[in-house]
């Protein structure tokens, strides 16, 4: 075989692709041909692991494929062991598995801020019990999304981009591109929220130990907040392994700080420890603290709920570094369900424990135990172990306590120092996965070039290809939030962020699912369609529960966004379950239609337009496109003829295609080799469309050059004519003063390779067409095309000032009641057409000049036989069935000067049209030549400046005045 160029030439001086040898078939994305061969070998074939020369060894095959490397320009990536070739270790990318790439950064993503400083609190708030059913109720939310995640993760290779890569090549990327900036800012934020969590308990360990902050309360954590965010960034721009060891190390403080805390929770409680609520195991604390006690502002189920589920966010930490994972498809689903199983027990426990363990108020005051076993005036938990609280608690002043110290769980603890150990390392672990996730998501997102002015964010840097500015963007939004400084104010902000994620998640999973599509194929099958749409409705009702407001500007962003990438339209094809969706919907629908019987109320016009490669024929794709968009089908056929019909046509049609779009027409396109014009025109007219979604009028240009052409050629041309009236069609040709094909005029002022490579070229029908008329001259009902067209084009904006003028042929008799009739016609049509013009002289003779010339223009085709006998005329045209005789003209004169005659009427009338639209003549194929009919055409429409289309209809009704 030999290769083709960029312009679809066979070049003989190209090389023949040479195979290269890939691990795994999932790298290669493009289409298999069966005639890419070595040998004869077809293109994907799958080989032994050990191979003998010359012969293939028997045993279990792997998947190492055969194939022809990427075209110069698009390198493709290598498969591990061509990248270890000549290349030294420590050049490769760090790739993580999914114990230490997900399942440690999960849970250190999900033991965070909140564990250590507002699990306590929120026990306290809401009671053991509801504090229970908001730790389930977000592990629900959580496990439902981790089982849709694992499903869309296992169903093909896995990128970077983590969240953003899955939901954009599910869904689109219209919802992709809105949910992955959503998801990167609310990362960012989460950078703020964790740093702030870490400030809280250094401000207060600096009170602490030095008796005062260092400025205020306030400003303490905005400027440790800030000292720390720097410190992490330098972290992460040293590079995804340094990060990762500091992972590990965080990890193990945080387990040392379990069973410290544990430890702590069995070891008697000191006469310190019970002053600030502290009592050891006891079985009514355990009960009294079960139910809840709301208190302040955010004291309610779903103010919690709020408060908390932003801890229950890690899930996604392992899923956000993709592509540093050495098998997502096995990392992803494994690592991030084992962090949501063991993170729930380990909240359900500390819940259980820390709230059976202290009160919810206490003084911290050595003075006030019970002098006796008298309790009267005492009130709270405390009065039953020997302590007296009463007064701050009916004060509202208590200083510790579950309720009132947010350092609970260090108190508790058997060495305070390894909790707080504890909190730096989930927070400051939390804030740098945070960091890490949200610049490699953006910079997937940055890398789609789904939105402008934001690529800089996509640019790597190093063996790991660091999104470097992506990491200094993220760093700038954390510290604006965390100048807010409050912690239970930056929590409720990013939950919706989180929710309206985890919803678009399970819904491209449900979606994928219903669509029904052979493509989706995940190998991980522990999942349900159901549970998926369920779980993201429950995080759409949650998202309002929390706050309604909020959850509005967050779907209020997602709308936008989605809108402006649906605008824009980006060439980009990911094999979204949208398409197989909308692939779906219209068979569904084109099967239903197919059941409809036609009715004239529903007839539309169903266009098929010659246009060859449309970008040559913009005038005439434009014109047909305005009244057909958004109301009737429209196709531009190319017919190829020659030894151009054995070309492959798929990246020609790809090209139209996009030609099409960029010019916002809403046409299919299809192209199909025959030996002539008429040949392939009947094929297209017969095979096109797919039952009711079938064209019914055939469009046209004009045969501009009909008489510097080959006769057969125009013989083929009126034969197509001929043959769509016979296949039941309506015709139409428009007609330009300077013509419809500009590919000539193009290649005359060296612009054709422009136009080949899909450059926009305007035409007239582009611009407004301002207060002008449009003409119609009713020569002959067709069932009422002609009246239906110009209707068309009044309802689009660009000819929507433009007043439809109709001309009828009369008698000077009875022009007044020919007029009325042809106004109470266009009244019961509801045809917005007032100006009626009667032509009583349409039954003149032509002038002399014209009449010479339309002989001069058949005078080539004519036989001059003399009138001779029908034989020997059939003996003349054999060979040209296209030629006049005598007799044919004689008998066709009278037709022939009416034709003449109306062209001078319409010079007449419509010299300043915006468009012109005469009835097409129809003529008997066996009595009127090609030649003559041709000439007839072209004497209708001489010399007309303004566009002009010649249209009859199939006498089909497509007009109705009476409903039924």
Known sequence: MVPLGNDGVQNEESPQPQPVLYQNARQDHRRPSIYSTLDQVPHYAFYANTAVPGRLKKSRPSLNVLRSPPPQG??????????????????????????????????????????????????????????WVIILLSSLVTTITGLSISAISTNGRVKAGGTYFLISRSLGPELGGSIGLIFAFANAVAVAMHTVGFSETVRDLIIEYSGGPLVDPVNDIR?????????????????????????????????????????GTVIPATEEKQSKGFFNYKADLFLSNMVPEWRGEDGSFFGMFSIFFPSATGILAGANISGDLKDPAVAIPRGTLMAIFWT????????????????????????????SNETAGCEGQACRYGWNFSECYRARDCTQGLLNNYQTLSM???????????????????????????????????????????GVFGKGYGKNNEPMWGYVLTFFIAVAF????????IAPIISNFFLCSYALINFSCFHASITNSPGWRPSFRYYSRWTALFGAIISLVIMF??????ALIALGIVVFLLGYVTYKKPDINWGSSMQAGTYNLALSYSVSLAGVEDHVKNFRPQCLILTGPPNFRPALVDFVGTFTKNIGLMICGNIIMGDGKNVQQEETTSAEVKWLNKRKIRSFYTSLSGDNLRDGARSLMQATGLGKLKPNTLFMGFKGNWQEDLPRNVDD????????????YGVCLLRLTEGLDISTKMKAHGKLVSVLLGEQVSSIFQAKQGKKTIDLYWISDDGGLTLLIPYLLTRKKRWRQCKVRVFIIGHQDTVQEERKEML??????????????????????????????????TAPYRLNDGLRDEATLRELRKDCPWMISDREMEQLKQKSERKIRLNEVIQENSPEAALVLVSLPVANKDCCPSALYMAWLDALSHNLRCPTLLIRGNQQSVLTFYCQ
């Open 545 to 550: 529960l929390l706050n309604w407001w909020a």
């Open 717 to 728: 041309y009126i034969g197509t004519i001929h043959d769509a009236f016979d296949i039941n």
């Open 74 to 131: 698009t390198p493709d990536k290598p498969s591990d062991e061509e990248a270890n070739v000549g290349s030294k270790p420590e050049s490769q990318p760090v790739r993580f598995g999914w114990v230490k790439g997900v399942m440690i950064r999960c849970m250190l993503n999900i033991w965070g801020v909140i564990l250590y400083l507002r699990l306590p609190w929120i026990t306290a708030q809401a009671g053991i019990g509801l504090t």
């Open 482 to 489: 965390i100048l807010i400084a409050e912690l239970n104010v």
């Open 824 to 857: 109470s016609l266009l009244s019961q049509f509801r045809l917005d057409f007032h100006d009626v013009v009667v032509i009583i002289d349409s039954e003149q003779a032509p002038l002399s000049e014209n009449m010479k010339r339309f002989e001069d223009s």
């Open 223 to 263: 400027i440790i907040g800030v000292v720390t965010v720097v410190v992490l960034l330098g972290v992460c721009m040293a590079g995804m392994e340094w990060e990762s060891k500091a992972q590990i190390l965080f990890f193990i403080v945080i387990l040392i700080s379990f069973v410290n805390y544990f430890m």
């Open 344 to 371: 729930t027990i380990s909240y359900l426990t500390i819940s259980a424990t820390i709230g059976s363990c202290m009160v919810r108020d206490a003084s911290a005051s050595l003075n006030d135990t019970l002098l």
């Open 412 to 454: 508790v603890s058997g060495f305070g120092p390894l909790v707080t150990a504890g909190i730096f390392a989930a927070t400051l672990s939390s804030a740098l996965a945070c960091l890490v996730s949200a610049p490699k998501v953006f910079q997937c997102l940055c890398q789609d070039n789904l939105y402008p002015l934001i």
